[in-house]
């Protein structure tokens, strides 16, 4: 058999390109050909990072640190790291077991990166973030995704977990507030998770912090390491900077788990990238560990757009929205909407024809639920400011009025 010069590997064949970044490319050629386009599709803060979080920066280039740090950050950086969990968590942390990386996700690809082999199998509640499951399939595994509804809150029950897990199960992946539709795990959802994780040893949880700070209604936040400490041993705690001090250009995540795992995420980061950006972990340091207030005021103003686009979105006929109490993201249902025909003429068949036609003839970019793994629903990201917020919901409400049997 003769292999072709442009043969990839075979998993990566296998991979999607991110759903996200396909719609920001569509949001672009809009605008290249001169139409205005209101995107509510990014998953990012319209926040600037904090003030003494960039001078912190600024400063590490002006006193020369530019050099490579440690495989897994700097030491400072991994102390505050130790202290945040502690301190947010109550989890009791040693420097040693956290590990710093160029984003989140890399740690979440670290860690599958490292443990996973051919017919592994990773329980993956939909909808979920899209990255999971190309991960997943990236590291040669296979991602056993358990459809979650509106009539779960579109949580995973102790029940669903129980009836997904095999013998040939490694990792459960939660996201808590969830991208995509904001839910958040209270205290006993994850105690009725930690009851079945418990009867099932070979079993690793990866919990995605990374919207920890965006959680609304003066809700308590938990995570699952925090929860059960019996499960301290098999679960990786995973956030970053990006969503809650608004850095996500930065690229700094970090996480904590047992020892050997840890030990095997540096030693493939170690042949991978390397220590994080250094200018970027000292930018991290100041955000760690200096004034918090940014925290507060983001979720504030989160709250209050959450609350405002809820109200558009149930005002348009044929949409139906959950309130998320968390992120920054509505999940909304369109099931009213398909089998209509919109102003121009599109039948609408299934969610990314809606989100399609949104974007054609309301200007208004959002992304189908079926890239995130459950459909009928559009995702709407409010990461932007008021007026644009209210702009789009007028003109999604427009749009769907205009729409005939
Ligand atoms: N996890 C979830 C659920 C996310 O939505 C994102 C970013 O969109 C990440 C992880 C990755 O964060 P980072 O930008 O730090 O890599």
């Known amino acids: 058999m003769t292999v072709e010069p442009h043969q990839l590997n075979r998993h990566l064949a296998g991979a999607k390109p991110s759903a996200t970044y396909k719609v920001m490319d569509r949001v672009a050629a809009h605008r290249a050909s001169g139409a205005q386009v209101i995107s509510l599709s990014a998953g990012e803060p319209d926040f600037d990072t904090p003030e003494h979080v960039r001078e912190a920066g600024i400063t590490a280039i002006r006193t020369g640190h530019t050099r490579y740090t440690q495989v897994a950050g700097l030491r400072p950086l991994r102390e505050a790291i130790a202290a945040k969990f502690q301190r947010e968590n109550g989890l009791d942390v040693r420097w040693q077991d956290t590990l710093v990386c160029s984003g989140g996700k890399q740690v979440i690809f670290n860690a599958l990166a490292a443990t996973l082999n051919e017919g592994d199998e990773v329980i993956v509640p939909a909808p979920y973030w899209v990255s999971y499951p190309e991960i997943v399939q990236l590291c040669g595994a296979t991602a ?5 509804g509106a009539d779960s809150g579109f949580k995973l029950t102790a029940d669903a977990l129980a009836a997904a897990i095999t013998p040939r199960t490694r990792w459960l992946i939660l996201n808590s507030p969830s991208n995509p539709t904001g839910a958040v795990y209270s205290r006993a959802d994850l105690q009725a998770l930690a009851e079945v994780l418990l009867a099932h040893p070979q079993v690793l949880v990866l919990s995605d912090d990374i919207y920890e700070h965006l959680i609304f209604d003066g809700l308590a936040y938990f995570t699952l390491a925090q929860i059960e400490p019996r499960l301290r041993e098999r679960v990786l705690t995973m956030n970053g900077v990006s969503k809650a001090y608004a850095m996500t250009g930065w690229r700094i995540g970090f996480g904590t788990g047992p020892g050997w795992l840890i030990e095997a995420m540096e030693k493939l980061q170690g042949q991978q990238t390397s220590g994080a950006c250094t200018i970027s972990q000292h930018a991290a340091l100041a955000a760690l560990t200096g004034p918090q207030d940014f925290i507060q005021q983001s979720r504030a103003v989160f709250q209050r757009r959450r609350n405002r686009v809820v109200d558009l979105l149930n005002q ?27 102003a121009a003429g599109q039948r609408l068949v299934s969610d990314e024809d809606v989100v399609n036609a949104l974007l054609d003839e309301a200007g208004v970019a959002t992304v189908h639920g079926s890239a995130f793994g459950l459909g009928p629903y559009i995702r709407i990201a409010y990461a932007l400011d008021d007026a644009s917020l209210q702009r789009a919901g007028e003109a999604i409400q427009q749009f769907c009025r205009a729409l005939s049997d």
């Open 316 to 342: 348009a006929p044929g949409l139906h929205c959950q309130v998320p109490q968390g992120a920054f993201y509505a999940f909304a249902s369109c099931e009213g909407l398909l089998g209509k025909t919109t």
């Open 144 to 148: 056993v995704t358990i459809a979650c």
